[in-house]
């Protein structure tokens, strides 16, 4: 089994670019979910999924979007990046006794 | 609302020597407690929880509901713990919230 596949692992984006972190899970769970992690700051969640198109938003959602169109994907869109979104981002899958997280995608916005 | 309080950043032990990462929780209802680990390189996974009182590659933790509180220990380190650990609190609608983190390094 893959479990939670994130992508990509390393990005460079410029200030006021858009891209897409994408994360599929092939365990059926129904719940998924963005972090981002910063030094100091743990792991703070962006925004969560209950199931195929039901989203909500996590402690910091501005300047994010997600869809979930299907119980395997779970995409995170960065509308207009900015440095301040120079993270580690983590999508993880929620089963009934743990979370498993993805490899993690280092972005770096200039 | 949930919040986790892992008071120690870094956490520097020799091999064989003891060590205790702290946690702090608050939460008004019944929360489930985990921790989650990092090796270097790798993606963070479940280290123990609560539920099962499990002993874990020598870790142990337990929930004391009146110190709120899910410290983790192990009696005699090993440079292979070295690590970033992550205290975790799930609620009833499996939000997981984290603390800081502590990164502790056993040295030889």
């Known amino acids: 089994n893959a479990g939670v596949t994130q992508t990509p692992k390393f990005q460079v984006l410029k200030t006021g670019q858009s891209m897409t972190l994408q994360c599929a899970q092939d365990m059926n769970h129904e719940y998924m979910s963005w972090y981002r992690q910063d030094p100091g700051m743990g792991l703070r969640l962006i925004h969560y999924s209950v199931g195929a198109g039901i989203t909500d938003q996590g402690e910091v959602p501005n300047g994010y979007n997600v869809s979930r169109s299907t119980t395997e994907d779970f995409p995170l869109r960065l509308l207009s990046a900015a440095p301040s979104q120079t993270s580690v981002y983590f999508c993880a899958s929620m089963g009934n006794t743990e979370a498993f997280f993805g490899q993690g995608t280092r972005l770096t916005v200039v | 609302a949930q919040r986790v309080t892992q008071p120690e950043k870094l956490l520097s032990v020799f091999k064989g020597a003891p060590v205790e990462l702290k946690c702090n929780y608050s939460y008004s209802g019944s929360p489930e407690l985990f921790w989650y680990v990092q090796y270097s390189r790798q993606r963070l996974q479940l280290l123990l929880r609560?539920?099962s009182r499990e002993s874990i590659k020598g870790f142990t933790a337990d929930l004391n509901k009146g110190e709120t509180s899910f410290h983790l220990k192990k009696p005699f380190a090993q440079e292979e713990d070295s690590a970033m650990y992550y205290c975790?609190?799930?609620?009833?609608?499996?939000?997981?919230?984290f603390g800081a983190g502590t990164t502790v390094t056993v040295r030889a």
């Open positions: 609560h539920i």
């Open positions: 975790a609190l799930s609620t009833n609608d499996y939000k997981l919230s």
